[in-house]
T-cell receptor, first 118, second 117 residues
């Protein structure tokens, strides 16, 4: 069975603080994808990153960085120097990898509400 | 990038009526679309996988006779909530899968907020 756990339901930080959102996953698949999405109050999901299971390199994109560790089944997301505009719900998601590399249905975690105070 | 639209963005209907939600891929062909449901302050739960030209595959616990899915073309999938009740009030989001090799592979629509009174 596939499962994604985001143990932090809500996090509140002050602007310019760094914050890490945790994600732990479970899957029996040997090949899979991991995702992070941002959902602002408008509701639309904003894609942030996709990693495949055979690429454990950490990634940095501006103030965002991701730490993927298969040994602990974790895919954590760090925002450096947080800003008020980062306030949103963040979802971690897991997908099996189909033949040809296509994604399958996404299994979402319960989300973490991040509130960045000015 | 690929764009997915949903219509309507918001709908209010009376209990017992049916509501149709459209999901369109605007600039690509999607053989597979997914329908998700999100209750307030909760996660997204997959309802069904919609494949063009064939019957949808429903997740366990989702009533196929209540949530009718039709994927008649490569750019359009529809979700019809039949005989809606207040407990069906939710945020419905679709995603469309592009062919392998595309950077994102699944693009999400903006969602449809359904309120049943």
């Amino acid at each position: 069975a596939q499962k994604v756990t985001q143990a932090q339901t809500e996090i509140s930080v002050v602007e310019k603080e760094d914050v890490t959102l945790d994600c732990v996953y479970e899957t029996r698949d040997t090949t899979y994808y991991l995702f992070w999405y941002k959902q602002p109050p408008s509701g639309e999901l904003v894609f942030l990153i996709r990693r495949n299971s055979f690429d454990e390199q950490n990634e940095i994109s501006g103030r965002y960085s991701w730490n993927f560790q298969k040994s602990t089944s974790s895919f954590n997301f760090t925002i450096t120097a947080s800003q008020v505009v980062d306030s949103a719900v963040y979802f971690c998601a897991l997908s099996a990898m189909n033949y040809g590399g296509a994604t399958n249905k996404l299994i979402f975690g319960t989300g973490t509400l991040l509130a960045v105070q000015p | 990038g690929a764009v997915v639209s949903q219509h309507p963005s918001r709908v209010i209907c009376k209990s017992g009526t049916s509501v149709k939600i459209e999901c369109r891929s605007l600039d690509f062909q999607a053989t597979t679309m997914f329908w998700y449901r999100q209750f307030p302050k909760q996660s997204l739960m997959l309802m069904a996988t919609s494949n063009e030209g064939s019957k949808a595959t429903y997740e366990q616990g989702v009533e196929k006779d209540k949530f009718l899915i039709n994927h008649a073309s490569l750019t359009l999938s529809t979700l019809t909530v039949t005989s809606a009740h207040p407990e069906d009030s939710s945020f419905y989001i679709c995603s469309a899968r592009v062919p392998p090799g595309a950077k994102y592979e699944q693009y999400f629509g903006p969602g449809t907020r359904l309120t049943v009174t």
